[in-house]
């Protein structure tokens, strides 16, 4: 199928309440307008360069959300127009969003992300750690940034009960946390591989890349 019929596809299978994020990272501009063209205004990309010069080439009515892993030393780039920051994983860079959107007189939302899966390599925090930064005095004090919601990747794995347990132990780090915060909204889980499960577990917003643009070329 074509990328536009991808993305027809899915706003059409997606319940209304989940968010379409497209995964543009690798992929050229022509790619991304066809995706454009057939009515998509979120992309997702993890590199903030990559990021930065689409957002300078493409429509100003797109949104962009950084789901990549963010050094702190570049936040700056994406300040002026990103709108979601995904995969928040420290005091200390919610500090730097901060101090970026205030110089560019934005708020930038964010969501933190939680460690789910098993494998080691994954980013992220634990909940309490989550909890942590929600009650600090610090992020009390920040007034350029919100916190909307928690991020997720679960384990690659064909184990498709492993998943849907790192799905819920999300939903539940979510309502948890939830019913002390209740300015959080999000819950950005499921990809390509996994993201009927992570609907079914209550997800809002779904990161599908490959299968909407094709296999990534790293080339
Ligand atoms: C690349 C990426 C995706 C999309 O992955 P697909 O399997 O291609 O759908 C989703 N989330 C994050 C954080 C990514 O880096």
Redesign the pocket.
């Given at each position: 199928m074509s990328i536009a019929e991808n993305i027809k596809k899915y706003k059409s299978e997606l319940p209304e309440t989940v968010k379409l994020?497209a995964?543009s990272?690798t992929k050229p501009n022509e790619d991304l307008m066809e995706a454009y063209n057939a009515g998509q205004r979120i992309f997702?990309e993890?590199k903030i360069q990559e990021m930065t010069t689409k957002w300078e080439e493409l429509p100003e009515d797109i949104e962009w959300h950084m789901?990549?892993h963010v050094q702190r030393n570049k936040v700056k780039y994406m300040a002026p127009f990103v709108s979601l920051i995904?995969?928040v994983d420290s005091l200390k860079l919610l500090k730097e969003i901060n101090k970026r959107a205030k110089q560019n007189d934005r708020t930038i939302n964010c969501l933190l992300q939680i460690k789910i899966a098993e494998e080691d390599s994954k980013f992220g925090i634990t909940a309490a750690e989550a909890r942590e930064i929600l009650e600090s005095e610090a992020y009390a004090n920040m007034n350029n940034v919100k916190v909307t919601g928690l991020?997720g990747?679960a384990t690659f794995t064909e184990d498709e009960e492993q998943v849907r347990a790192e799905f819920q132990r999300l939903k539940t780090v979510f309502e948890e946390l939830k019913s002390d915060f209740p300015e959080l909204e999000e819950i950005s889980m499921g990809?390509?591989?996994d993201?009927k499960i992570a609907v079914d577990c209550g997800s809002t917003m779904v990161?599908?890349?490959?299968?909407?643009?094709g296999e990534?070329n790293y080339n």
């Open positions: 994020i995964i990272k997702g993890n789901v990549g995904h995969a991020m990747m990809m390509s591989g993201y990161r599908i890349g490959s299968s909407i643009f990534r």
